[in-house]
């Protein structure tokens, strides 16, 4: 089992350059029963334990009309994550892969997404099952899942091909 931030062999980490503010706001909190990486399911699942997404105050009103669908992408800060990893080895088998090819929570920008089910909506709260994150990971956004809608544009010539 790897150890928290260790690097597994042929992974490769840079010196990152120095950050900017992107101007992002925590909107809220997500309360979930793992309280370490090692605990944490590689994926969430639709029937997994029931979390708690809380929302801060100022933002309760955006909430209104959410329980009209079945599954949110709920979009999350991975603040614990490693941001330097650009050649990582999931397996720990010696082989390794670009980060931007993989699902890791190692990124420049660790923005995790989940599609959530949502269980129910109460008081600023959303319960959602198929998150994947730690206890007190920070809320970037809610947002339907995407696969819920229908494209707004029908479809043109060379939509589907490939070139």
């Known amino acids: ?42 994926q969430g699942r639709a029937d997994g334990p029931v979390c708690r997404i809380e929302i ?11 329980e ?4 949110l992408e709920v979009l999350y800060w991975l603040h614990l994550s490693r941001r330097d990893l650009v050649l990582q080895s999931p397996a720990n088998d010696g082989s390794a892969r670009g980060t931007f090819s993989l699902r890791s929570p190692a990124r420049p920008n660790p923005i995790g997404t989940s599609i959530a089910t949502l269980v129910g909506v109460e008081n600023g709260v959303v319960l959602v099952r198929g998150l ?28 589907l091909e490939t070139g």
């Open 1 to 42: 089992m790897v150890r928290e931030n260790e690097i597994r062999y042929g992974e490769v980490a840079v010196d990152p350059p120095p950050a900017t503010d992107a101007g992002l706001v925590f909107i809220g909190l997500i309360r979930t029963p793992w309280t370490s990486r090692m605990m944490t399911p590689r």
């Open 132 to 159: 994947d994150c730690l206890d007190g990971t920070p809320l970037l956004d809610i947002k339907p899942d995407r696969a819920l809608f229908t494209p707004i544009a029908p479809p043109q010539p060379g939509d």
């Open 68 to 71: 009209q669908f079945e599954r």
């Open 56 to 66: 801060f105050e100022p933002w309760w009103q955006a909430l209104d009309s959410v």
